[in-house]
Structures are given as structure tokens and as C-alpha cells.
DNA sequence: GCCCAGGAGTGTG
DNA sequence: CACACTCATGGG
């Protein structure tokens, strides 16, 4: 831990509201004046919009802090680039200006494959608790209970009555599984292979299917192509396009109609989805 | 109490 | 390939 001092990162365009807050990542918590605190790698930060970017208060700041969060955020993503590409589409030109500051995250894959492991057929807040519990009970803790996330290390060495402690359900089986089948260095290696390989890879290990897999290639490995398909994005590509179907099915028309960047197109309209059922607001046209 | 959740695994037709 | 069923549990 290094000497507490603010620092500033320029990041353009970015709304912590929705980059943090639309479900994506899962640490993080919004403050009453509207700043966000949450926990990247072994940082405690809290975020708040400024002029160019973001002002950072760094609670607790590992030394490489500012490294860590401009991976994060994924600052070097030329957004109006992803912005005028996936612009062509009809349905998403115009919404996507709206939220031009939604940016994807980049997660540790470890971290991430975990973290959507348990966010299997859960709402987003239980997935908050959930995570909370467990990096509570076995993460290194940073600073006045705040913890790290756990690394596959420390989830091995758990008993099975503090997993259970935890409240992941039929869950807390998947992430034993998971603890004793990957080698050490598993994930670094994956990080070479193709988006199809990848995903391959990742679903043979137990409580990893589809969805996840493609949550981890995008959130975790940052593969842009990966489109994640959940209950919600059923309804919005039903909603939108009219297409309904298997999940190889949707698969392939997302990365028909998005190419290259269906991830942010995944996550436009996943935020719109979500704000649709809670705000009633939807900031796409319906072809 | 009821409904649903950023699904996966397994079995069957 | 598609579908049906089960799984354990808590937040809204």
C-alpha cells in the first residue's frame, strides 16, 4: 500500500452509472453523491466523473492501481469507432448515442469465470451478496473488511463448511470442481487460443456452459466478438429483430448482424433491456 | 407466499 | 438437433 493520494484518469466517453451499474461487473456499489466504490484487484477505489475522465480516490491503492483500473475500464477501446460500426444497424443507431459512455469492463479471468459461475440463475443483487460472501471468507482482506477476490489458491484451501457458509447453492459444487481441475496456469494459456477454441475450453469445466463461456471470453478475456446470451437477451432480440430460437441459433445471427464488436452490442442492449423492466424507458426503435 | 433469476447438467424423443 | 426436467436459494 502506497501513500493515499488522488489521481486522475482520462477515459472519454464514460457513465460510471451505466458502465457499473448495468450488471456486467459486480463489485462495485454506487455512493449517494453519485461516486462508485468498488474493488480492482487489490485496490479499493472510488470513482467520480470529472472534466476528461475520472477523478480516483484510491482508498486503498496497490502500486499498480492506475494500471489495473485503465485495464479495467478498457480505456484504450476506441468507442466512437465501435460506436460508428455497430451504428450501421438500424435498430441500434440511434439508442446507442444515448449511452455512448457505456463502456464494456475487462475482469481478471479468474475473477470473472468465477464470478459468472455463480451468477448462474440469480438476480444481480444475490450475485453482489454471493461474491461479497465469498471474498469475504477466503480473499485477502484490503482494507476494514473489504476483500480481495479470492484467487484459485485460497478457494482450494476452503472447507466445506465455510463454502457453505456463503449461500451458493448447488453452485458451491461447480466452483470445487472448477478449483480442482484447473491447472495453475490453465487460464494464462487459454488466453493464446481463438475465441472458438476459447469458449471450447471453457466449457469443460463444470457449471460453464454457453452463456458463461462467452461472459468469460468477453468480461474476462476480453474477446469484443463475444455476444452472451441470457433471459434478458432472448427478450430484447425478440423484442427488436424478431428472432427467437436456440442459442447456436441467436448466436450466429449476432455475429452475423454485429461482427467484430457484437460484445457492446450485447452489452447496448442488455442496458437497455434492464432499464426497459425497471425505468420503463427504452432508448432503442423497434424495426 | 409467490415469482423469478446474466443457466447448466442430464436424460429423452 | 430440440425439448423437459431438476438443481438450491434469496431478493423483489
Keep these: 500500500m502506497r501513500a493515499k493520494s488522488i489521481f486522475r484518469l482520462r477515459v472519454e466517453p464514460i457513465d460510471l452509472d451505466a458502465t457499473l451499474g448495468c450488471g456486467q461487473a459486480f463489485r462495485w456499489r454506487r455512493d449517494p453523491d453519485g461516486s462508485w466504490?468498488?474493488?480492482?484487484?487489490?485496490?479499493i477505489l472510488r470513482l467520480s466523473a470529472s472534466r476528461g475522465g475520472l477523478t480516483v480516490d484510491p482508498i486503498a491503492a496497490s502500486p499498480c492501481a492506475k494500471k489495473d483500473l485503465s485495464t479495467y475500464l478498457r480505456v484504450s477501446d476506441d468507442i466512437a469507432s465501435v460506436?460508428?460500426?455497430?451504428?450501421?444497424?438500424?435498430?441500434?443507431?440511434?439508442?446507442?448515442?444515448?449511452?455512448?459512455?457505456?463502456?464494456?469492463?475487462?475482469?481478471?479471468?479468474?475473477?470473472?469465470?468465477?464470478?459468472?459461475v455463480l451468477a448462474t440463475y440469480a438476480n444481480i443483487p444475490r450475485i453482489k451478496a454471493m461474491i461479497d460472501s465469498v471474498a469475504t471468507a477466503f480473499g485477502d482482506e484490503i482494507l476494514d473488511g473489504v476483500h480481495a477476490f479470492p484467487n484459485i489458491n485460497d478457494l482450494r484451501e476452503?472447507?466445506?463448511?465455510?463454502?457453505?457458509?456463503?449461500?451458493?447453492?448447488?453452485?458451491?459444487?461447480?466452483l470445487r470442481s472448477i478449483c480442482e481441475v484447473l491447472e495453475p496456469r490453465g487460464l494464462d494459456r487459454m488466453k493464446r487460443l481463438s475465441y472458438a477454441d476459447l469458449r471450447d475450453e471453457l466449457k469443460e469445466l463444470s457449471g460453464v456452459g454457453d452463456k458463461v463461456a462467452d461472459c468469460v471470453a468477453l468480461f474476462g478475456f476480453g474477446r469484443?466478438?463475444?455476444?452472451?446470451?441470457?433471459v434478458w437477451m432472448k427478450r430484447a432480440l425478440s423484442r427488436l429483430y424478431g428472432v427467437t430460437g436456440s442459442y447456436a441459433k441467436?448466436?450466429?445471427?449476432a455475429r452475423l448482424r454485429f461482427g467484430c464488436f457484437a460484445g457492446y452490442a450485447q452489452e447496448y442492449m442488455f442496458y437497455n433491456e434492464r432499464s426497459l423492466a425497471t425505468a420503463g424507458r427504452c432508448i432503442f426503435s423497434e424495426e
Design 37 to 43: 466504490t468498488g474493488v480492482v484487484g487489490h485496490s
Design 83 to 116: 460506436q460508428r460500426s455497430l451504428g450501421r444497424d438500424g435498430v441500434l443507431s440511434r439508442g446507442i448515442l444515448q449511452v455512448s459512455g457505456l463502456r464494456l469492463v475487462k475482469m481478471d479471468e479468474w475473477e470473472c469465470l468465477i464470478s459468472y
Design 158 to 174: 476452503a472447507s466445506t463448511e465455510d463454502l457453505n457458509r456463503c449461500g451458493l447453492g448447488y453452485r458451491a459444487v461447480y
Design 224 to 230: 469484443l466478438e463475444a455476444f452472451p446470451i441470457d
Design 250 to 253: 441467436l448466436s450466429e445471427f
